[in-house]
């Protein structure tokens, strides 16, 4: 799984052009690092309102954070770390997220966000070898 995890991320950094759209919390920790995050070099990252923008969920960073809690004493912390860290806003705020829509303006904002894309260009430079993951 590491392995594949790792092609995939390798796959994302030496594409020329790609998109994500949802929640990069959820299913794939890290997702958001790998696919969509500004240090990749996206063009722009749009989240909506319920999105989850972080590498970790609460319930792993809880076990981490706060290790000596009871389990019951934890559900808490859960739900607080949820309401604090796993929304799109702080991340909008440090310019990791460029904009949190309305998902009723998903097709508007990502055409307008498209076609101010359309006449761009990159100049990338050569690669002489990758260092990809190697079975």
């Given at each position: 799984?590491?392995?594949?995890?790792?092609?995939?991320?390798?796959?994302?950094?030496?594409?020329?052009?790609?998109?994500?759209?949802?929640?990069?919390?959820?299913?794939?920790?890290?997702?958001?690092?790998?696919?969509?995050?500004?240090?990749?070099?996206?063009?722009?990252?749009?989240?909506?309102?319920?999105?989850?923008?972080?590498?970790?969920?609460?319930?792993?960073?809880?076990?981490?954070?706060?290790?000596?809690?009871?389990?019951?004493?934890?559900?808490?912390?859960?739900?607080?770390y949820e309401a604090t860290?796993?929304?799109?806003?702080?991340?909008?705020?440090?310019?990791?997220?460029?904009?949190?829509?309305?998902?009723?303006?998903?097709?508007?904002?990502?055409?307008?966000?498209?076609?101010?894309?359309?006449?761009?260009?990159?100049e990338l430079p050569g690669?002489?070898?990758?260092?990809?993951?190697?079975?």
């Open positions: 799984m590491i392995r594949h995890g790792a092609e995939l991320a390798f796959a994302y950094a030496e594409a020329n052009r790609s998109s994500h759209l949802r929640d990069s919390a959820q299913g794939v920790r890290g997702a958001y690092i790998v696919m969509d995050s500004k240090g990749m070099g996206n063009d722009a990252c749009l989240a909506w309102p319920g999105a989850e923008v972080a590498v970790m969920g609460a319930q792993g960073a809880v076990q981490i954070l706060h290790r000596r809690a009871s389990p019951e004493d934890r559900k808490p912390l859960q739900d607080a860290f796993l929304t799109p806003w702080p991340a909008a705020e440090r310019g990791f997220v460029d904009a949190v829509i309305d998902p009723s303006e998903t097709r508007r904002v990502v055409a307008m966000t498209l076609d101010a894309l359309l006449s761009k260009k990159e690669r002489k070898h990758d260092g990809g993951p190697s079975e």
